[in-house]
C-alpha cells in the first residue's frame, strides 16, 4: 500500500545506522509498506546516501530551522529538541496510516498486520506497563494532531523527559479506554524485560517479532566498548548478534561504497561479533540448560569446564573457532530457546 509507510528518526550518524538496519530488516521481511526516515541535519551526506538506497523516503527535518509551531515550540523548551523532532512524523500526510518505530528496533518477521490497528496503538513499557513504550507506534499522519502535540509539550512538558512521557500525556487513557490499542509485547520485545522475567522470556521469546534496544547501549555501540562492558551490558546476545549480522553483511558494504576511499567509524565488525559471541558464552554459562544437570558428577565437570571457559573469555581467549564457534554456540542458544 503506497499510502502507508514505516517511518523512524535519526538525529546523527549513529542512529543513522541504526535506522539503516532497520530499514533493511524491514525489507528482507518483505514488507509491502513505504519506508521513510526522518533525518536531522547532523546526518552526513554519504549516510543520508545509503538511507536513500534503504528507504523510500528520506526526509530532512530541522527543528530549529523551520519557522513553524515546532520551532516556537523549542523557542520555549530547549530541552526537548529530539522530542519535538520526532512528532515530525506527524506531519507526513501523504500517508493515511504509519507505523512509527525507533531507530534501536530490528524487526525479525513481517510486520505489517500493525497497520490494521488505529491510532494510537503501543505496546506496554516494561519499566511501568500503564504506560505505553513509544519505540513502536501506530499513529495516524495530521497537521492538527501535530500542533495540538506540540501545544501539549510546551504547556504541559513532559514527565520523563522525552517523547514518551510527552506521548503517554497526550494520549492519557491509553492504559484503560481500548484494549485494540494495546499491542501484544512481542512487537516491542525491550533486552530490560529479558532479564527482569527470564522464565517469560523463555516461554515467549522465541515469537519475538521487533526487539528494541533500548537504555544507554545500543547495538552500533558494542564495537567501540570494553569487552567486560559488552558481556554485563543490555540486550539479549543473541539479538546483538543478529543486529551486527544484518550491519556486517547489508549496511556495511553500501557505506563502504558511499565513503570510498575517506575512512568511516570502522567499528571493528569481528571485534563486535567478537563481544556479541562472548555475551552469548557468558550468558549460557551463567544459566546452563536444565538437562545438563542429570548427573551431578556431569554437572559438576561442567561447571568446572564452564568456570576454566569463562575465565578465558574474559582473559580475551575464547575458543572461537574450537568449542566457542559461532555455530556452536547457536546451536546451544537454540535448544536453550525452544
Ligand atoms: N534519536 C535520535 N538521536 C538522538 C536520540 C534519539 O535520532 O540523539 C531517535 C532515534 O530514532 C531513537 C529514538 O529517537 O531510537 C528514541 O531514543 P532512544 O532509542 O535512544 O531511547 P530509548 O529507546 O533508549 O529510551
Ligand atoms: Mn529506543
Not at 521481511?29 to 521513510?36: D, I
Not at 512524523?89 to 500517508?95: I, K, P, V
Not at 517469560?200 to 515469537?207: E, L, P
Not at 537504555?215 to 570494553?226: D, F, I, M, V
Amino acid at each position: 500500500m503506497a499510502d502507508q509507510a514505516f517511518v523512524t528518526l535519526a538525529t546523527n550518524d549513529s542512529y543513522a545506522k541504526g535506522a539503516m538496519v532497520l530499514g533493511q530488516s524491514l525489507r528482507r521481511h518483505k514488507t509491502s509498506k513505504k519506508l521513510a526516515a526522518l533525518v536531522g541535519p547532523q546526518v552526513s551526506e554519504p549516510c543520508r546516501s545509503v538511507l536513500r538506497r534503504i528507504f523510500d523516503e528520506v526526509r530532512l527535518v530541522d527543528v530549529l530551522d523551520s519557522r513553524d509551531a515546532a520551532h516556537l515550540a523549542l523557542m520555549k523548551r530547549p530541552e526537548l529538541g529530539v522530542t519535538f523532532t520526532k512528532l515530525h512524523c506527524w506531519t507526513l500526510t501523504h500517508y493515511s496510516k504509519c507505523v512509527f518505530m525507533d531507530a534501536d528496533t530490528l524487526v525479525l518477521s513481517n510486520i505489517d498486520e500493525l497497520f490494521d490497528r488505529e491510532e494510537l496503538s503501543a505496546a506496554p513499557d516494561p519499566g511501568w506497563p500503564d504506560c505505553f513504550n513509544s519505540g513502536v507506534f501506530v499513529y495516524r499522519p495530521s497537521v492538527e494532531t501535530y500542533d495540538k502535540l506540540l501545544q501539549y509539550g510546551t504547556e504541559e512538558g513532559t514527565f520523563d523527559g522525552g517523547d514518551q512521557g510527552l506521548l503517554n500525556g497526550f494520549f492519557g487513557d491509553w492504559a484503560t479506554a481500548d484494549i485494540s490499542k494495546h499491542l501484544p509485547f512481542i512487537y516491542n520485545l525491550s533486552s530490560i524485560a529479558i532479564y527482569t522475567y527470564l522464565p517469560a522470556f523463555k516461554r515467549y521469546g522465541s515469537n519475538a517479532k521487533v526487539v528494541h534496544f533500548l537504555g544507554k547501549t545500543k547495538p552500533w555501540s558494542h564495537g567501540l566498548e570494553a569487552k567486560t562492558k559488552a558481556i554485563s551490558g543490555g540486550a539479549h546476545p543473541s539479538f546483538l548478534l543478529d543486529w551486527w549480522g544484518l550491519y556486517s553483511t547489508s549496511v556495511m558494504p553500501m557505506l563502504q561504497e558511499e565513503y570510498g576511499d575517506q575512512p568511516f567509524h570502522t567499528e571493528c565488525v569481528e571485534e563486535a561479533v567478537e563481544e556479541s559471541l562472548a555475551s552469548v558464552a557468558a550468558a549460557l554459562h551463567l544459566s546452563p540448560p536444565p538437562q545438563q544437570h542429570e548427573h551431578q558428577q556431569h554437572q559438576q565437570h561442567q561447571q568446572a569446564s564452564s568456570e576454566e571457559r569463562k575465565q578465558k573469555w574474559e582473559q580475551g581467549q575464547a575458543d572461537y573457532m574450537g568449542t566457542d564457534s559461532f555455530d556452536n554456540i547457536k546451536t546451544k542458544l537454540d535448544t536453550f530457546l525452544k
